[in-house]
């Protein structure tokens, strides 16, 4: 996790790696999950992108789900 300021306030951006090694990025002001924490999470894909030479998919409207 790494805590955002912005002109709107606080938010904090998660880093999630899926059990296939994929990357997913969420950006949130509702929750602030421990580094480390497992959870089963759905949520929309906003975007694909590369980033220092590594794909990521960028969630919004993610929430924890029993499995």
């Not at 300021?5 to 949130?28: A, C, I, K, P, Q």
Request: hydrophobic share 30%.
């Amino acid at each position: 996790t790494i805590p955002l300021e912005t002109d709107y306030g606080h938010s904090t951006m998660h880093f999630f790696r899926g059990t296939d090694g994929n990357l997913f990025v969420w950006t949130t002001t509702t929750k602030n999950w421990a580094v480390g924490s497992a959870h089963h999470i759905r949520g929309t894909v906003k975007a694909h992108r590369k980033y220092k030479g590594e794909n990521q998919s960028i969630l919004t409207r993610c929430i924890s789900v029993n499995k």
